[in-house]
């Protein structure tokens, strides 16, 4: 193993154990979505940027991963029609209370919100925290704190307000992506390389997973969990999942 392999390794380990370890909001958001869940409700989640979307993605009919989950995928920030295009679109100021409508999020109040953007200040990630707050919807943020402190207020990817995310949300869950993203340097190479910002945001989101399902057992309730459909018996034991939640879902 090289030295810029090692220095990645475990540069990403430590983001990984502060996640684990320093997220105080943790256990809050995963009981307020256990509680929605146990109540027949459904969880809605965002990722209002490029790569952002990802995260979403992984909780999508993911094996291991709980059924209610109303992934939003916009194809405006998705990064398969433009990668910049996705740049300009998460900049557009009022473009995440169109997405919102159009997945028919916050028609009743109480319904959970989770904004996953490990940067946390675009336009449209501020836009759907707003959103959420109008809709009387319970929001969930997976972004990093130290990053958005970091960056100047008047940096042009901001929202126009120059507000951070993890200030305008009910529940906060630190992503601890370092200023930056990217954290190996090579020598005579100016700009960093290993990239960790969608390692941390799957990690932080599994996470909150895990806990919301550890505390609906806990509750009594029978956590409504996706199998393989790679794995024998896969397709069976997702198929009343199907049934129950394809109308609800998008993308399901």
Same mark, same amino acid.
């Given at each position: 193993?090289?030295?810029?392999?090692?220095?990645?390794?475990?540069?990403?380990?430590?983001?990984?154990?502060?996640?684990?370890?320093?997220?105080?909001?943790?256990?809050?958001?995963?009981?307020?979505?256990?509680?929605?869940?146990?109540?027949?409700?459904?969880?809605?989640?965002?990722?209002?940027?490029?790569? *952002?979307?990802?995260?979403?993605?992984?909780?999508?009919?993911?094996?291991?991963?709980?059924? @209610?989950?109303?992934?939003?995928?916009?194809?405006?920030?998705?990064?398969?029609?433009?990668?910049?295009? *996705?740049?300009?679109?998460?900049?557009?100021?009022?473009?995440?209370?169109?997405?919102?409508?159009?997945?028919?999020?916050?028609?009743?109040?109480?319904?959970?919100?989770?904004?996953?953007?490990?940067?946390?200040?675009?336009?449209?990630?501020?836009?759907?925290?707003?959103?959420?707050?109008?809709?009387?919807?319970?929001?969930?943020?997976?972004?990093?704190?130290?990053?958005?402190?970091?960056?100047?207020?008047?940096?042009?990817?901001?929202?126009?307000?120059?507000?951070?995310?993890?200030?305008?949300?009910?529940?906060?869950?630190?992503?601890?992506?370092?200023?930056?993203?990217?954290?190996?340097?090579?020598?005579?190479?100016?700009?960093?390389?290993?990239?960790?910002?969608?390692?941390?945001?799957?990690?932080?989101?599994?996470?909150?997973?895990?806990?919301?399902?550890?505390?609906?057992?806990?509750?009594?309730?029978? @956590?409504?969990?996706?199998?393989?459909?790679?794995? @024998?018996?896969?397709?069976?034991?997702?198929?009343?999942?199907?049934?129950?939640?394809?109308?609800?879902?998008?993308?399901?």
């Amino acid at each position: 193993m090289t030295n810029e392999a090692k220095l990645y390794l475990t540069t990403v380990q430590g983001l990984l154990e502060a996640i684990a370890t320093d997220n105080p909001g943790l256990g809050a958001a995963a009981e307020a979505m256990a509680k929605k869940i146990a109540a027949g409700g459904m969880i809605h989640v965002i990722g209002p940027g490029g790569h *952002s979307n990802l995260a979403v993605e992984e909780t999508l009919w993911r094996s291991g991963g709980l059924a @209610p989950i109303n992934a939003i995928l916009d194809a405006g920030t998705n990064l398969i029609h433009g990668a910049k295009r *996705s740049n300009y679109v998460e900049r557009t100021p009022g473009y995440a209370k169109q997405v919102l409508d159009a997945y028919r999020v916050g028609l009743e109040p109480g319904e959970v919100l989770i904004i996953v953007n490990a940067y946390g200040i675009n336009a449209m990630t501020i836009d759907a925290a707003l959103e959420a707050r109008k809709r009387k919807m319970v929001s969930i943020a997976i972004t990093s704190r130290g990053f958005a402190d970091s960056l100047a207020k008047d940096h042009p990817s901001r929202h126009p307000s120059g507000k951070n995310l993890y200030q305008e949300v009910d529940f906060f869950i630190d992503c601890h992506l370092p200023y930056g993203d990217a954290v190996v340097p090579i020598e005579g190479v100016a700009q960093k390389v290993g990239p960790t910002a969608t390692l941390c945001n799957v990690f932080t989101m599994n996470l909150l997973m895990l806990e919301t399902v550890r505390r609906l057992k806990a509750m009594g309730v029978e @956590p409504p969990i996706w199998m393989s459909a790679n794995l @024998p018996g896969g397709d069976a034991t997702n198929r009343s999942l199907e049934e129950k939640w394809r109308p609800l879902i998008k993308h399901l």
